[in-house]
Structure formats: C-alpha cells, structure tokens
C-alpha cells in the first residue's frame, strides 16, 4: 500500500507541473503585454481587464505550488493521504481563477481588432469552455473509491530524492518563461518609455528571478556531480532547502514586475507599489504561511 501512496503522490506532483507549466509560461506573456506599442491604444477597461487577469494568473499560480510547498514543510518529503486531498483542493481552487483570466485575455484582444460584443462573446465561450474541460467533465467521471490512510508508512529513501527533484521541475518552468520575458521586454520601445525607478525595480526583479532559476537547478546538479546520481540523506537536506528557499525569490520577483506593470497601466507608483506588496504578501502566505500552520496543526492532532 506504501507503493501505491508513494505512486499517487508522484502522480499528483507532475499533474501539477503540468497545470502550472501553462499558467507561468501564459503568466510570462502577460506580463509581456504591457510592454507592446498596442497596449497603449487599449481603452481604460482593457487595461483594467489586463490587470485583472494577471492579478488572477498570479493567484492561480500561488495555490498550484502550495502541494509542493506542503509537501516539504509539513510532510518532510514523505508522501501522505493528506497530501492527496490538499493536492486535489489547490488544483480544483487554482483553476477557477485561471480560467477567468483566460476571459479576461481572450475579450482584451478581441475587442481590440473587433468590438466589444465579440470580445464579450469570445471571453465568455474561453471561460465556459475552460470551466467545462476542468470541472465539467470530472463531475461526470467522478469516482468514489477512498484509498486506506497509510501515511504512517514510512517512504522510501529512493522516492523521496525523486520527489524533491519533480518539486524542483515544478517551480522552475515559470521562473524561466518570466526570465525570458524580463530580458525582451529591456529591448522593447514600452520599456525605453518608463521612468528610472520602473527599470531599476525591472532589473532588480530580473535578479531575484534568476536566483530562483538558479537555486532550482542547483539540486540536480548536486544530485549528479556531488552524488553521483545516488540517493543520500545528506542530498535530500540540501536539496529540500533549496526547494523551500526558492520560491522566496521568486514570489519577490513576480511582486517587484507588479509594480512595474502596474505603474504603467495607473500612472500611480502609490498604487503600483500597494499591488507589488499584496502580492508578494499573497504569495509568501500561500507557500510559507499555510503550509507551516498545516505543520502546527498536523502536529497538534498526532500528539
């Protein structure tokens, strides 16, 4: 029954790699969007609708890390019926504001080369499709079997070194495609036009982004030049550090290109700044706040 937890665990961890592979790699791109000569030819709804739909994007992206995040504070790495069930509840709840965001995208960039009604009809037809694919048709295959609670089972060393190393892949996807966008927006006419502090909060966020990118890849480097590809307990410390101390900068990044974008859609380094800090405050709460306080109360209930 340990395998099976341990194969369930796993298989939770890469279908949420996959899910926030397309919300970074979409993520990258909105925050591209600001930067493009068209975007200063939106009216001020869809600059708004913009902004919302990355607030969203954002917030999708913090509840689909918090399995991973969990995993590490709370379960040290070992796999659990628990696990389970919060990997379910931050799926479920990170595709709601996802799909949304995608209405959100779909009308900006058609009302613009179209009209308003078309925009309307192709944001709502994206959420409702995206609503149906995700929540529709998992009602219609939903399946009772409940799995035994084995989480007093001890998981293998082996699994363990595996895991961590997906949780590292499940992180960095994003990291890279918002990478890639901070050094094109640098060569961009949009970026050319925004004052000192606003390229000075970029390069910075392009900094704390690439520490992220950094301390992700460093397990598997340690893992095949220091180990040699063996499982060790010394690796799994390390490397779970690692995990756990990467999102802090990238959670810094996201919220320093916030104020950026969001000073050239208001004009407004005031409210610019106050978005940046929720959500940076929004994303530490997520991936440190919540998983140390399941911690505190997983360890009430066993004493």
């Known amino acids: 029954m340990s395998e099976r937890l341990d194969r369930k665990a796993k298989t939770a961890l890469n279908e949420t790699r996959l899910l926030i592979l397309g919300i970074q790699v979409l993520l990258g791109f909105q925050f591209q969007a600001f930067f ?8 001020s709804a869809s600059k708004a609708y913009c902004a919302a739909s990355l607030a969203l994007q954002t917030l999708s992206l913090g509840l ?10 709370v ?33 900006v960039v058609i009302e613009r080369h179209f009209d308003v009604a078309a925009g309307i009809t192709c944001g709502a037809a994206l ?63 949009g970026f050319d036009e925004l004052p000192q502090t606003s390229k000075i909060v970029h390069a910075l966020a392009l900094g704390l982004v690439a520490m992220n990118v950094v301390l992700l890849m460093t397990p598997a480097a340690l893992h095949r030049l ?12 390390a490397a779970s550090a690692l ?17 950026v974008v969001l000073g050239k859609v208001t004009d407004s380094q005031v409210v610019a700044a106050g978005y940046a800090a929720a959500t940076f405050a929004l994303l530490i709460g997520f991936w440190y706040a919540v998983p140390l306080i399941a911690r505190r109360t997983s360890a009430a209930g066993r004493a």
């Open 243 to 259: 995990v756990i101390a990467a999102p802090l900068f990238l959670a810094a990044g996201i919220s320093a290109e916030s104020y």
């Open 127 to 189: 959420t409702l499709v995206s609503a149906f694919a995700w929540f529709g048709l998992e009602l219609l295959h939903w399946e009772t079997a409940i799995m035994p609670d084995t989480s007093s089972v001890g998981t293998p060393l082996s699994t363990k070194v595996e895991q961590v190393l997906i949780e590292a892949r499940v992180i960095i996807p994003g990291a890279q495609a918002l990478f890639g966008f901070q050094f094109i927006a640098m060569l961009t006419a």
């Open 226 to 237: 220091s180990f040699d590809g063996a499982d060790s307990e010394r690796f799994l410390r």
């Open 64 to 73: 689909l890390i918090v399995p991973s995040m969990e995993h590490r504070l």
């Open 36 to 43: 493009q000569t068209g975007f200063a030819q939106l009216s």
């Open 75 to 107: 379960e040290m790495g070992s796999s659990s019926k628990r696990l389970l069930r919060t990997a379910s509840f931050y799926t479920s709840a990170g595709l709601v504001p996802f799909s949304l965001s995608l209405g959100l995208a779909g009308y």
